[in-house]
């Protein structure tokens, strides 16, 4: 699976941005977007990667870390194979390089994921 990130950028705080992921390809057991889990982390500099927010293949199983919650949210578009991250209410510490992530469950995706894309940056200003 070929994950593509883009939205990135500069935003005030209290703004907002979306990002999006477009999917291509399959897993190496056949698997294509529409039966694997997707989701973002986020790594600024000098920090742990840390996850953000995953949404299981169907839409039934979404998951975010605390530091997002209710602000940031997750949905996906199985027909365009793509994923999104609206976040609002941003803050500078929401400031990283964000990449989207796919694995064949939630636990793996939060922790090891097999497929990655190449990260975008958000910058949020004070």
């Known amino acids: 699976v070929q994950l593509q990130a883009s939205g990135g950028g500069l935003v005030q705080a209290g703004g907002s941005r979306r990002l999006s992921c477009a999917a291509s390809?399959?897993?190496?057991?056949?698997?294509?977007?529409?039966?694997?889990?997707v989701g973002w982390l986020r790594q600024a500099p000098g920090k742990e990667r840390e996850f953000v927010a995953g949404i299981s293949w169907s839409g039934g199983k979404i998951y975010y870390s605390d530091s997002v919650k209710d602000r940031f949210t997750i949905s996906r578009d199985n027909a365009k194979r793509t994923v999104y991250l609206q976040m609002n209410s941003l803050k500078p510490e929401d400031t990283a390089v964000y990449c989207c992530a796919a694995n064949n469950g939630m636990r793996g995706l939060m922790s090891t994921p097999r497929y990655w894309g190449q990260g975008t940056q958000v910058t949020v200003s004070s």
């Open positions: 390809g399959r897993t190496a057991t056949g698997r294509t977007f529409n039966d694997i889990t």
